[in-house]
């Protein structure tokens, strides 16, 4: 089974992409974050020429995820159902056979001092309170998305100079460590251990891929009994290089099941 994730940065702007990806890269699961459009708007025909199914839900301008899947999917649910602020467009979930799927698009946070940043934190307080509800750690489950988060130092183009900004500050690094101790294994450092391997480059840094000047935001990670069965993972920067491209690339694991 090849389950893909991409921050698409509106849907739309980037289906010609993400069409020829699907076509080219087959993958069984892709989840799509950053929709950025209202389920009346979502291009779900074009999924269903390409001979895809798709699960979203999404809003105007912002936030949207969807899972585009070959076979029907079972049990999908959307959001964080704890009774908390509604995330329904930040999270999709469901089953493909015996898989389970958690595509989530994590709150960048904005600024360390913003109100946004302390939602960031419990919402992954709000997630592993979801996975703990719902899953246990030896069911075959991935979880994939745009985490906005780099966990390690070689995660990041500058380590030092980024250290304490979003999505490289150490209560995000150590929010995302705590949600990974219920019981996941990060599928891509299992297979890929060299540093600068990054899926987000910045649009305002010129050519930034070609420099390196990026960060590992996106993520697959699985429970062990399905990282056990994973048998490769890569970052595709192919799309990122393409004209009007998202600033994320996909990344993709591939499991013996």
Same mark, same amino acid.
């Given at each position: 089974m090849k389950i893909a994730s991409f921050n698409a940065n509106s849907v739309r702007a980037r289906l010609p992409i993400i069409v020829d990806w699907l076509a080219a890269q087959q993958p069984d699961v892709l989840c799509i974050q950053e929709t950025k459009a209202q389920d009346k708007d979502f291009p779900a025909q074009a999924f269903a020429d390409a001979g895809y199914r798709v699960a979203f839900k999404g809003e105007k301008s912002y936030n949207g995820v969807a899972m585009v899947s070959k076979e029907e999917l079972a049990?999908?649910?959307f959001g964080i159902d704890d009774g908390g602020?509604?995330?329904? &467009?930040r999270l999709v979930r469901a089953r493909l056979g015996d898989v389970a799927i958690v595509n989530t698009y994590v709150p960048q946070g904005t600024d360390v001092d913003s109100p946004r940043f302390a939602y960031k934190l419990e919402w992954f307080k709000r997630l592993k309170s979801l996975f &703990?509800?719902?899953?246990?750690? %030896?069911?075959?489950?991935?979880?994939? #998305?745009?985490?906005?988060?780099?966990? =390690?130092?070689?995660?990041?183009? @500058?380590? =030092?100079?980024? @250290? +304490?900004?979003?999505?490289?500050?150490?209560? =995000?690094?150590?929010?995302?460590?705590?949600v990974k101790e219920w019981g996941l294994v990060d599928v891509f450092r299992k297979?890929? #251990? =060299? $540093?600068?391997?990054?899926?987000?480059? @910045?649009?305002?840094?010129?050519?930034?891929?070609?420099? #390196?000047? +990026?960060?590992?935001?996106?993520?697959?990670?699985?429970?062990?009994?399905?990282?056990?069965?994973? %048998?490769?993972?890569?970052?595709?920067?192919?799309?990122?290089?393409?004209?009007?491209?998202?600033?994320? %690339? $996909?990344?993709?694991?591939?499991?013996?099941?």
């Open positions: 049990d999908v649910a602020e509604p995330d329904e &467009t &703990t509800r719902h899953y246990k750690p %030896t069911d075959l489950l991935v979880w994939v #998305g745009d985490l906005n988060v780099a966990p =390690e130092p070689m995660d990041v183009y @500058d380590p =030092e100079r980024l @250290d +304490g900004s979003v999505c490289y500050h150490p209560a =995000e690094r150590a929010a995302l460590a705590d297979h890929c #251990g =060299e $540093p600068k391997q990054f899926s987000f480059f @910045d649009y305002r840094m010129p050519k930034a891929v070609d420099r #390196g000047l +990026g960060w590992r935001l996106d993520h697959v990670l699985a429970t062990e009994p399905l990282a056990a069965r994973s %048998t490769a993972a890569y970052i595709d920067l192919a799309p990122r290089r393409l004209t009007k491209p998202s600033d994320h %690339t $996909p990344i993709v694991a591939e499991f013996d099941v």
